[in-house]
């Protein structure tokens, strides 16, 4: 007779050795360190939850710090791996294998574990597709999470930065894991219900609040004009072309020069309302000023974002609030909505080769990308027609479907004259060294249907075959190895037939590129236009 | 360490008046375009970062290509990327037309 409920049992048993370190449901932060010990077992799957923005900090801390003979190879799962001791789990042998996202502040140093043997990545994913695999091939064993506020019954408030807690709490507890959550204070009552009480197993006060980072703020101050030139061209180009209304934002400070000529350029141009309606984006500073001048109806969260949840509470007909009236962000749902109900979605990237595919690998560095591939691709699933959606496609079959717009935003070159354009992509030899089957593409080129530099927007998606995709991009690539292959006679008629637009076929005016067109110019700026309700984190006041 | 680069292209088409765009700051460009009475485009570039001359002669010569404009052009670069030489440019002509 076979036995069908192992893993129950097995999680009793890790229960159980734990059970002398636990009262009620909660063990002392102090002893962090013996209950990992006492509840992993070698060659568990352990999801610690540490994303861009909040980190479960103590009980990663912790796990660093167990005893390799007792818990070993393990197989991590995370979001992003960006703390130091992530990768000292590695270096400590307690963990072997690794499946991931992003590992920003962390790429070097994988990359080395990488090269000399101690870690086998898995994969690298885009968070949704990372979370899917944790409900079908990678469930979690034990998850790690990080909370604000906990109840006798284990009830989780998450506050502004619920993030992707729900998710991997309901892919463990649901197939008899072990949830362990490090939160910030115990209280008699939540403020509210992020994660139902059953659903956690154990529950431990963090010696410090978890960590999380401002990772969406983006000064004003640093925006350049060249930055602003793109915008200009975003705007018209792209935007009132296509009537976009449904879109999300990469992080940069391209796209947050973006956000800050709405109110401006936008305005003078008669776009309120017309355009940039709908947001899949974490709450951005920067997008207050179009906020508060009437531009937005709805912003879905991420996460949150450190200094805008006063701000937020008070706008609660443009973002989702809870009961208590904070933020309530959700990272799976908001990559889900980002994918299926946008029509658009704008980032940047590191490099990309004549064929338009992108990737912010770059030699000696394994860094992911988050959430952009999701974001950033066409989803051939999607059903809802709507303008800007159908404008990609020329057909006039009586089937046809319509396509996501996605828009790369690069400068030909980065700073220290670095060529954004090249001819091989870094990921291909650096996916060759890890052992990779595939070379680490953020988004394929076929996906791209604009890209847009400063020196003019190519309409990737009007391109009649390869070759003229590879000479729109190339008339925009300025005088890198790609641009420099341009051929003028042949520009000139990419730009005839509006496969290649330059600003001064757009009706952009360049020196009209100033810093003078944002409508906030510092982050002081963006606390007096949310009326005082925004408070920067420390590090970005200069009063 | 301040380097010199001097260009010079043939040029036809004249500019009406003079123009003044960019700003002395890390990153950045100061350009002054006037017009020339000779047939050609003469440029000096003064620059704080050494070692790019084929750079800037890629994006000049790209420059004048498409725009064969008879003028005196002065540049004092601060270390700006192609990618903001290229729209200082832009923005001078702009001005100048």
């Known amino acids: 007779m076979s036995a069908w409920d192992t893993r129950r049992i097995r999680k009793n048993q890790r229960l159980a050795r734990a059970a002398s370190y636990v009262r009620s449901g909660v063990f002392e932060s102090g002893d962090a360190v013996a209950v990992l010990e006492s509840v992993l077992e070698p060659g568990d799957r352990v999801c610690v939850e540490g994303n861009n923005q909040k980190q479960a900090d103590l009980l990663s801390r912790a796990l660093a710090s167990v005893d390799p003979e007792r818990v070993h190879d393990l197989h991590l799962l995370i979001s992003v791996l960006g703390r130091p001791e992530h990768i000292e789990l590695f270096e400590r042998g307690i963990a072997s294998q690794v499946d991931f996202s992003f590992s920003g502040p962390q790429s070097l140093r994988l990359a080395q574990q990488v090269a000399d043997g101690r870690v086998r990545i898995g994969a690298i994913h885009t968070y949704l597709e990372l979370f899917a695999r944790y409900f079908v091939d990678l469930t979690p064993d034990i998850a790690l999470v990080a909370a604000d506020e906990a109840d006798a019954s284990g009830n989780l408030y998450t506050g502004a930065n619920t993030e992707e807690t729900p998710t991997i709490v309901e892919a463990t507890a649901f197939r008899n894991g072990v949830v362990i959550a490090q939160v910030n204070r115990i209280v008699d009552r939540v403020t509210r219900v992020d994660v139902p009480g059953d659903w956690v197993d154990l529950v431990v006060v963090a010696d410090r609040p978890y960590e999380i980072e401002p990772l969406f703020t983006r000064d004003p101050e640093q925006i350049d004009d060249v930055q602003i030139l793109m915008a200009m061209m975003v705007v018209r180009g792209i935007y009132e072309r296509h009537r976009v209304r449904t879109l999300n934002h990469g992080i940069g400070f391209d796209t947050a020069a973006i ?285 | 360490m301040i380097e010199t680069l001097t260009f010079t292209y043939p040029a036809s088409a004249h500019v009406a008046r003079r123009a003044h765009v960019g700003v002395v700051a890390s990153g950045n460009c100061e350009l002054l375009l006037e017009p020339s009475p000779e047939p050609s485009a003469s440029v000096t570039v003064r620059t704080s970062v050494g070692g790019y001359a084929t750079t800037w002669e890629a994006v000049l010569a790209r420059f004048f290509a498409r725009h064969s404009i008879a003028v005196r052009l002065e540049i004092d670069d601060f270390g700006a990327t192609p990618a903001v030489v290229a729209m200082r440019l832009e923005q001078a002509l702009e001005q100048a037309r």
């Open chain 1, 259 to 543: 956000e800050l000529i709405l109110p401006t350029y936008g305005e003078r141009l008669g776009l309120r309302g017309e355009i940039c309606t709908n947001w899949v984006l974490n709450p951005h500073p920067t997008l207050i000023p179009a906020i508060e001048s009437g531009w937005v109806q709805s912003v879905h969260s991420f996460g949150g974002e450190l200094g805008m949840e006063r701000y937020v509470a008070a706008r609660p007909d443009v973002f989702f609030t809870g009961r208590d009236g904070s933020l309530r962000s959700n990272r799976a749902l908001s990559q889900n909505a980002g994918m299926y109900a946008t029509d658009l979605f704008i980032g940047s990237t590191l490099q990309m080769d004549p064929d338009a595919n992108s990737s912010t690998a770059t030699l000696g560095r394994i860094a992911g990308f988050g959430g952009a591939p999701n974001l950033g691709n066409d989803p051939r699933g999607r059903r809802h027609p709507s303008q800007a959606w159908l404008e990609m496609t020329s057909s006039t079959h009586e089937i046809r479907r319509g396509r996501k717009i996605v828009v790369q935003l690069v400068e030909t070159f980065r700073e220290s004259g670095v060529p954004t354009f090249v001819e091989h992509l870094d990921a291909v030899a650096l996916g060759r060294m890890a052992g990779f089957p595939i070379a680490p593409v953020m988004i394929y080129g076929d996906d791209v249907t604009h890209v847009v530099t400063e020196e003019g927007i190519a309409y990737l998606y009007k391109a009649r075959d390869v070759d003229e995709r590879r000479a729109a991009l190339a008339a925009i690539a300025g005088v890198t190895p790609v641009g420099l292959l341009a051929d003028s006679t042949r520009t000139q008629e990419l730009r005839r037939d509006g496969v290649v637009a330059f600003p001064e076929d757009l009706g952009v005016v360049r020196g009209e590129a100033k810093r003078s067109l944002l409508a906030a110019r510092s982050i002081r700026d963006l606390v007096t236009w949310s009326g005082g309700l925004y408070e920067p984190p420390k590090r970005f006041r200069s009063w």
